[in-house]
């Protein structure tokens, strides 16, 4: 079947702007995850979903950084004012429901370059 | 302050030896492990796992060992082969596993030569 998908899978803009930036789970999977990878750096936890609801946002680094999952499907994460900084790639993961143990899969990821 | 570290960058190993590496972890509340491949471009994708109520886990040439009291967990590729060159992401999960976020180390860059 159809694994998690992103789009775009490249963004490139200037400091000051926003961006959005899509994952389309897995169908039926209800647990969303966004992750940023920096250069040579592992995945860093920002954002998880379970159904509608962010379960925990703790990861997000600050309130320009925002995520949506209205219907419970496919998320949008936003950044508002992109800074230099916020460069990565931007990974999202989904996981089904009822599972006992966190195994997450992955999309390609949208690699953001902020200049 | 890394609460998983993955403390070599890389390591290279000739095909059909075994490949070892390593990761190490802070937290004594994680109680699941996993190991994830990595490929240029793309997501990083699951390989296997552990509880923290096994010592080893097994699927074809891939074995996870789990020393709780050491905190330290290895994935052993035996025998290698050129395709599993990658990135290899050692994660933790903690409080029961269920659903929380995962903890990454910073990867361990595998190369094996033909």
């Known amino acids: 079947g159809a694994g998690v998908s992103q789009t775009p899978s490249n963004k490139v803009t200037e400091k000051g702007k926003y961006v959005e930036l899509r994952c389309d789970p897995i169908s039926g999977h209800t647990a969303l995850y966004w992750y940023r990878q920096s250069l040579g750096q592992g995945p860093e936890f920002l954002i998880y979903f379970q159904g509608t609801g962010a379960a925990d946002d703790s990861g997000l680094p600050n309130d320009r950084f925002f995520a949506v999952r209205p219907e419970g499907s496919v998320s949008t994460l936003k950044i508002q004012r992109t800074e230099r900084g916020d460069s990565a790639v931007y990974l999202c993961?989904?996981?089904?429901?009822?599972?006992?143990?966190?195994?997450?899969?992955f999309g390609p990821g949208t690699r953001l370059t902020v200049l | 302050d890394q609460q998983v570290k993955q403390n070599s960058p890389s390591l290279s190993v000739q095909e059909g030896r075994i490949s070892i590496l390593n990761c190490d972890y802070t937290n004594s509340m994680f109680d699941y492990f996993l190991w994830y491949k990595k490929y240029p471009a793309e997501g990083p994708t699951f390989l296997i796992s552990i509880s923290s109520i096994k010592d080893k886990n097994e699927d074809g040439r891939f074995t996870v060992f789990l020393n709780k009291s050491a905190k330290h967990l290895s994935l052993h590729i035996v025998p290698s082969q050129p395709g599993d060159s990658a990135v290899y992401f050692c994660?933790?999960?903690?409080?029961?596993?269920?659903?929380?976020?995962?903890?990454f180390g910073k990867g361990t860059k595998l190369s094996v030569k033909p």
């Open positions: 993961a989904s996981s089904p429901a009822g599972t006992t143990y966190n195994e997450q899969f």
């Open positions: 994660a933790a999960s903690g409080i029961g596993g269920s659903q929380g976020n995962l903890i």
